[in-house]
């Protein structure tokens, strides 16, 4: 607008003006606009203060920079060196931001953005209305500061960094005001860039709702916020978290500790008082619901828990001494001087034990503060309740401390009730006060494994944590269902904090085939819990033990020698013989009421320890002896699936805070009795006579097999007593318990859908024919049966998530890296209940295996069906499985009609889940004899 773009000082300063002062006239070519008055005021402003002396030398004020170039930056410094006005440089320019972003805040902190109120300045009729809240005038102070739906994102931001804040009326006063002194370094960084994050997200939505015509998401727009914040930080900040998660975490963690110490304490107080603990949980049950969840807005209607956090606090203040204070000069206190920098402490713990202010100072009684609540707020205004400090300096957190302290409470007591199932009131104590000692240890693992996977892609999302316990709070009891329903939240692979352990779940097929087979080596190791070290002496079985060429001569021997098909083939007239002797049984009990998993257990039972020691059952001891394994069994199944502190936090595992390790060793002394008692007679009988060596390989069972191997001492097939003694645990556990619960499964669904098993009992007749008995021959050639036992396979997998993988080295699967020694969980179950792979997945159609019985085999190729799991640690004892879950279901089905009790038309499917997916409630039917020829059900010879 000047008259002249490069004219001199003397061009435009007239010495002569004012009076002979001197003053400037730029000699403007036009009239200002109305937008322009204001800036052209202070431009008049800014240079009238300027005088130039005629008798001084010239100063360069724009210098060059160390590079030899003249910056934007720099000729902004020499503009405004010696203004009078403050300005915000270091907030704008000098933060961790993109240079654009930068750009923006100088534009709106010179009031230059062109919002509404600047467009109409410059002669624009338009309405002026704010386009986020649609309720004031739109201006720069308002849009970025003080519209309700900006408010909502500073409101998310302190309570992201746990403080309160004022905001100032305008850009300017805000920057200039921001600080972060109470932060550490880096995240003093990441503070000082969130004004500008948040005016650059503000601005981008307002933009896209003015010129794209669409309506404002509030949810995206924190979301954008947030990822914006994150991915900035990233850029310039060295030790930002790589995953969102974990970068609200790093955000918050200084309100963590004293957080979850708060909320510790206060369940140690609930689970010594369990009056107060059921009064808190009637509470909770009449105003958020039994079926439902917590959310925030409950809170406020929540009076008791309020009570008990506060005496929680009142007796167990976080920090006891408060933060030291001192004075800034010398004064008198209570007729004392108290000097100039001094420390001074305030004992909250002692004010709030003070028996003239609390009646009965040292119990635990909420009921105190519902007297008279309003006394004893967290503001400091009551000086015998102190937890969080009082006056200018006060817990800066407090509003957030407010909400997550009854909040994670409420999720202590209503989401993980189940774990302390059976403890005793001195064990959970145990519980709560080796969790403090786990904290150090857990702390510097964690700093490792940061420092090591630093430069690595991020670790897969998952649900936010709380300090210490991670997850552990959060999960409920099914856990597959469970993790399906994460799956949705987070995608087909997600990660999960339990204490120490880092679980990685994987819900896809895609994934899985990633893990199982590109990556089954990698993948071959197992995650091995404490009581399963127990139960395989060490870990020295083909189930539970890790990847190594031990482990691939052990797995070599017990496949060639106990499941190859000349083994099996061998073993065909014993496994006919136990079927027939399950006949004769449950024909003695026709129209009687049968327990089909005792019954199953038993035959199943009786098969293998034939096949591994000729042992078998019969008569009294078939129900006597038989019942006290299955008891025993069904106590280790459920001892290895329980979760296990001293897994979660391995620091705690030598305390065995739970006791399921002492249960466990007192289990597999039972076991080993049994075991050493077998292997004793064995060895004597043919150091005799002879005798296992002179049996032809036909009639010799395992044990048989494995002495004269170890007799041998060939190190290529030789095991160790230790070792066979772990692989009959395999076998008398795994086997048996998967077994005859697949088969419990089939019979329920086959009771539920009466036409299908009228098509199984057809199909029988047609092959078999009604007057003789199934033969294993008779197998291949009942294409029914072996749908329906899949499609029973496919609902309901005897092990939802697998057995557990466990990488031997940090490596990437769908983009993210998964640590070394991580937890792997394969959902099966999910996989197999996937409506993109399955048609009506919920439903129970034999017949979809029907049209393509190929592409669904055991052999884990199809990575939407992998009841037995796949790759290198594919259950070794699937090829017993697929003989026998055929030759009983088939026996039940040909031998007998079955129907439910007292006319029943729907079966309980109701299920529970340690490591075995079993029924909650055992399956109860009624027999009715099929057979013409009564001679097939005669007891055996």
């Not at 409506?835 to 393509?852: T, V, Y």
């Amino acid at each position: 607008m000047g008259c002249k773009w490069e004219a001199w000082v003397a061009d435009i300063w007239d010495p002569l003006a004012e009076g002979g002062w001197g003053g400037w006239n730029p000699c403007f070519l036009r009239a200002f606009n109305d937008w322009e008055v204001e800036e052209a005021e202070r431009f008049m402003e800014r240079l009238q203060s300027k005088k130039v002396i005629e008798d001084v030398e010239d100063i360069v004020s724009w210098i060059e920079t160390k590079s030899g170039k003249f910056s934007v930056k720099s000729l902004y410094v020499a503009l405004e060196a010696g203004g009078s006005s403050l300005f915000p440089l270091s907030f704008i320019w000098n933060v961790n931001v993109q240079p654009k972003i930068s750009f923006f805040a100088w534009e709106a902190t010179w009031g230059k953005a062109l919002t509404l109120d600047m467009v109409q300045k410059r002669g624009w009729a338009l309405a002026n209305r704010c386009f986020m809240c649609l309720e004031k005038e739109e201006n720069i102070n308002h849009l970025l500061f003080h519209c309700s739906r900006t408010r909502a994102l500073w409101d998310l931001l302190f309570a992201l960094f746990g403080v309160s804040w004022v905001l100032s009326s305008s850009v300017r006063e805000t920057l200039l005001s921001w600080n972060g002194f109470f932060l550490g370094k880096n995240r003093k960084k990441a503070w000082r860039a969130a004004p500008l994050h948040i005016s650059w997200t503000v601005w981008k939505e307002r933009n896209r709702l003015a010129f794209k015509d669409e309506s404002l998401s509030f949810q995206k727009l924190k979301h954008s916020f947030i990822l914006t914040f994150w991915a900035e930080a990233k850029l310039f900040i060295d030790d930002c978290p790589l995953t969102i998660a974990n970068f609200i975490d790093w955000t918050w963690s200084l309100l963590q500790q004293t957080t979850s110490t708060t909320v510790e304490w206060a369940m140690a107080e609930l689970l010594q008082h369990p009056q107060t603990m059921q009064k808190f949980q009637e509470e909770l049950e009449q105003v958020v619901g039994i079926e439902n969840i917590v959310e925030e807005s409950h809170l406020f209607q929540l009076p008791y828990l309020d009570a008990v956090i506060k005496e929680a606090l009142r007796l167990h203040p976080p920090l006891p001494l408060l933060i030291p204070h001192s004075p800034s000069t010398s004064c008198i206190i209570s007729g004392y001087t108290i000097p100039k920098g001094s420390r001074i402490l305030v004992n909250a713990w002692a004010m709030q034990r003070d028996p003239e202010a609390w009646g009965h100072p040292l119990e635990f009684k909420p009921e105190r503060f519902l007297e008279d609540a309003a006394s004893a707020d967290y503001q400091g205004n009551n000086f015998n309740f102190l937890p969080f400090g009082s006056g200018r300096r006060i817990c800066a957190g407090l509003p957030l401390a407010e909400r997550m302290l009854p909040y994670a409470a409420i999720w202590e007591d209503k989401g993980w009730s189940w774990w302390w199932d059976g403890l005793t009131e001195n064990t959970i104590f145990r519980v709560v006060a080796a969790l403090l000692t786990a904290a150090i240890a857990i702390s510097w693992y964690a700093w490792l494994i940061k420092k090591a996977n630093r430069g690595l892609p991020p670790l897969p999302p998952g649900p936010r944590g709380l300090p210490l316990l991670g997850n552990l709070l959060f999960i409920e009891p099914d856990l597959h269902r469970y993790f399906s329903k994460l799956s949705q939240l987070y995608g087909p692979i997600f990660k999960l904090q339990l204490g120490s352990k880092t679980c990685i779940v994987i819900n896809s097929s895609s994934v899985a085939k990633e893990i199982l087979k590109d990556h089954d080596v990698i993948f071959a190791n197992r995650d091995v819990p404490i009581s399963v070290l127990a139960f395989t002496y060490g870990g020295q079985d083909i189930v539970w033990s890790h990847y190594s060429p031990e482990w691939r001569k052990l797995r070599k021997v017990f496949v060639q020698e106990m499941m190859s098909s000349a083994s099996l083939d061998a073993c065909s007239a014993l496994r006919r013989r136990e079927v027939q002797e399950m006949v004769r049984d449950v024909y003695g009990k026709v129209g009687t009421t049968i327990n089909m998993g005792d019954q199953m257990f038993l035959t199943v039972l009786n098969v293998v320890t034939s096949m591994l020691w000729g042992g078998t059952l019969h008569g009294e001891d078939r129900s006597r002896i038989g019942m006290e394994f299955r008891r025993v069994i069904v106590e280790t199944v459920e001892l290895v699936g329980k979760p296990n502190i001293s897994d979660l936090f391995p620091a705690l595992a030598w305390f065995d805070l739970q006791g399921i390790e002492s249960r466990a060793k007192k289990l597999v002394l039972w076991f080993d009795r049994i075991f050493e008692s077998l292997i004793a007679q064995r060895t004597q009988v043919d150091g005799a006579d002879g005798e296992g060596k002179n049996k032809s390989k036909e009639s010799k069972d395992f044990l048989q097999f494995m002495l004269e191997l170890m007799h041998q001492g060939d190190d290529k097939t030789s095991v160790s007593i230790t070792q066979l003694k772990a692989l009959f645990m395999d076998m008398v556990v795994a086997a048996t318990d998967t077994t005859s619960t697949t088969v419990e499964w089939a019979m329920a669904e086959l009771l539920q859908h009466p036409q299908t098993m009228q098509k199984v009992q057809e199909e029988l007749e047609q092959v078999v024919g009604i007057e003789n008995i199934v033969e294993e021959s008779h197998l291949f050639q009942l294409p029914y049966l072996d749908a329906v036992i899949k499609e029973a396979l496919r609902l309901h997998p005897p092990l939802p998530l697998l057995i557990p993988h466990s990488p031997s080295t940090s490596c990437i699967i769908s983009g993210y890296t998964i640590p070394k020694g991580s937890r792997i969980l394969v959902n099966a179950w999910a996989m197999q209940r996937d409506p993109e792979a399955w048609g009506h997945p919920l439903e129970f159609k034999p017949e979809r295996f029907l049209e393509d019985a190929a592409s669904a085999d055991y052999q884990g190729n199809n990575f939407n069906f992998l009841p037995f799991g796949s790759g290198r640690r594919i259950c070794a004892g699937l090829p017993l499985l697929e003989r026998m879950l055929p030759y009983v279901l088939a026996f039940l089905l040909h031998s007998f009609d079955w129907k439910l009790l007292d006319g029943r038309t729907r079966v309980d499917f109701e299920e529970r889940l340690a490591i075995v997916s079993k029924k909650n409630e055992p399956l109860l039917a009624i027999p009715t004899a099929r057979l013409s020829n009564l001679c097939h059900y005669d007891p055996i010879e």
